[in-house]
């Protein structure tokens, strides 16, 4: 039994739960990953056996719950500071929380119109204006950070830190529903999906026998 356990929804669906075991990953611990199979009868009361908010994820390290994906990040810094969750430089590292904390309260438009699935393939979705403006948000915030912070990687900061883990759905969408990108935005998008360990959890997602009608297209 690992130190750690991480309490994760379907991997097809939960972009929460993908942003915390990312964390968790680049951390470097070792954990073991129980997963909840979301909107089934039984859900709630198995989450709650886990997660007192009743949501994933959820973060277990003896006696210690964490159950807030920002938090687990936080937790996961202090517990393994050689692994520069955040960046070591003090601006880089207060933009870096920033545009964090920017994608766990806001963007509400884009969560609710592109719905993270990670199977689907949709082409010719009309895109409202309001996604559209969150979206160019979220670009200018990659392509500034990139210019600003990037030097020495390919990530927002250089090295993969919380900030990039906290963006990994929004790639997987814009990949989901053929939204072009170009210039920097572009190339920050592919090196995250080329991330190994993005990569792992989309081969997982395309094998789960789950399927919630209510995101499929």
């Not at 470097?28 to 979301?38: A, K, M, Q, S, T």
């Not at 590292?93 to 309260?105: D, F, L, T, V």
């Not at 990670?118 to 559209?132: D, F, L, S, W």
């Amino acid at each position: 039994m690992a130190e750690f356990t991480i309490y994760i929804g379907n991997k097809n669906y939960s972009s929460w739960s993908l942003r915390a075991w990312l964390m968790a990953k680049a951390s470097g611990i070792e954990f073991d990953e129980v997963l909840i199979p979301l909107w089934q009868d039984e859900t709630r009361a198995e989450l709650l056996r886990h997660s007192p908010s009743g949501k994933v994820p959820a973060l277990r390290h003896g006696g210690v719950t964490v159950w807030e994906s920002l938090a687990i990040g936080e937790y996961l810094a202090e517990q393994r500071p050689a692994a520069r969750l955040w960046p070591k430089d003090s601006a880089a590292r207060a933009i870096a929380r920033a545009i964090s904390h920017e994608m766990h309260a806001g963007f509400v438009n884009l969560r609710r119109e592109l719905p993270m699935n990670m199977r689907a393939r949709v082409e010719g979705r009309k895109v409202a204006r309001e996604v559209t403006v969150e979206l160019d948000r979220i670009l200018g915030m990659w392509r500034d950070c990139r210019l600003r912070f990037g030097v020495g990687g390919e990530f927002l900061f250089g090295g993969f830190t919380i900030a990039d883990a906290m963006y990994a759905p929004v790639v997987s969408r814009l990949r989901t529903y053929g939204i072009a990108l170009d210039g920097e935005a572009r190339a920050y998008a592919d090196a995250v999906w080329a991330y190994p360990t993005l990569k792992e959890w989309d081969a997982a997602a395309r094998a789960e026998p789950m399927v919630a009608e209510q995101f499929e297209f």
